[in-house]
């Protein structure tokens, strides 16, 4: 009986790990040789195919038996192998925010459409909020942000207009940088009310922009945070192939970027083992890269009380340290 359970939980661990895999991008045939090989079943290069056994190579999942070329292939142990696919998709994300910020570069000035249109222009000052709150009045199906400071006007006043649009039946999506659920205040006067309203919700460590492109029709976008900050600028962008591209940067960031749930989710798990409000905030400040300082400010506990929740947190998902934790956290939902 006691082997039937090593088993189970093993092909339990295997199935998560294959779910990582697949959402880095690594295709169903890799994931399953890949699979087959930490099983520990003997397999000689010959017996696979070919191709698949290129990618996986190529991939960093599996490398040449040292011992001859005839010899098992080898598994790369899942830490490393999901660290190196993590570190290839982050640069990815870094090339498709350096062919932005080329594009961006182009259309800095006034840039003349065919048809005689103004495809993009600077704005600058108080015009920046008039313009914004002009575009957002006219939202019609949905608005994209990438949020990140500097914040051009007060937090609680941005998430009533936010929350009045979601009311209105505008859809939100946003992607949130660590910055702004560490900024001050600002998760829990923006963010939190935000998401709760309706709000879809994720966070990365960083955005390389701030950006706000509404129907599609009309894009805000500030080409570095250093710019915005003390040029106080912004590009606006008509339908064309840069507004085209930054959808893309959007979709490209929400994709690998961690959900973040509304406080009053019901989340599906095992009885008993349900995190609260707080531990789901706790958790969406700790994925984010949030320093524990300021975890415990916001939350307003004391420190002995904040690790003490992060104990029983990595208790009930049977994580060993807070990578674990995260990846856990994203699998049942609690984020």
């Known amino acids: ?59 960093g999942l599996a490398v040449d038996n040292p011992d001859g070329p005839h010899q098992p292939l080898l598994p790369v142990p899942p830490g490393a192998a999901l660290d ?30 065919p048809g005689g249109g103004v495809v993009a222009e600077e704005v600058t000052g108080a015009d920046i909020e008039k313009r914004l709150g002009e575009a957002t ?8 942000r990438f949020d990140t400071p500097p914040y051009f006007w007060d937090s609680a006043r941005g998430a009533d207009t936010e ?20 900024h001050p205040g600002h998760l829990t006067t923006n963010i939190q009310p935000c998401i709760d309203a309706g709000e879809q919700a994720r966070v990365l460590p960083e955005l390389p922009v701030k950006l706000t492109i509404i129907d599609d029709r009309i894009g805000f ?14 590009l606006v962008v008509r339908p064309s192939g840069l507004l085209t591209a930054l959808r893309a940067l959007f979709e490209a960031c929400w994709e690998r ?11 599906t798990t095992a009885p008993g083992a349900r995190p609260g409000p707080t531990e789901r905030r706790i958790l969406a400040m700790l994925v984010a890269g949030v320093p524990d300082s300021q975890i415990i400010r916001e939350l307003g506990v004391s420190r002995r009380t904040f690790f003490r929740r992060m104990e029983l947190l990595m208790a009930q998902a049977g994580a060993a340290s807070r990578f674990q934790l995260a990846l856990q956290a994203q699998r049942r939902g609690w984020l």
Do not use: C, F, K
């Not at 080329?102 to 800095?108: I, K, L, N, T």
């Not at 970027?257 to 989340?267: E, F, S």
């Open 221 to 234: 976008l500030g080409l570095s945070l250093a710019d915005v900050d003390i040029s106080g600028s912004l």
């Open 163 to 182: 929350i009045a649009m979601l009311r209105r039946g505008i859809a939100h999506r946003a992607v949130y940088a660590r910055a702004s659920l560490a």
């Open 257 to 267: 970027a961690l959900p973040i749930q509304a406080t009053g989710v019901v989340v």
């Open 1 to 59: 009986m006691g082997q039937v359970v090593h088993n189970s939980a093993e092909d339990r661990s295997t199935a998560e790990l294959a779910g990582h895999l697949l959402a880095l991008g690594v295709d169903p045939d890799a994931v399953g040789l890949y699979r087959r090989l930490l099983s520990g079943a003997p397999l000689n290069l010959g017996e696979a195919d070919g191709p698949v056994v290129d990618r996986l190579i190529e991939l």
């Open 137 to 144: 009045a006219g939202a019609r199906n949905e608005v994209l």
């Open 84 to 113: 190196l696919l993590t570190r290839r998709a982050a640069l990815r994300l870094e090339e498709a925010s350096a062919a932005v910020a080329g594009a961006y570069e182009s259309w800095r000035r006034r840039v003349p459409a």
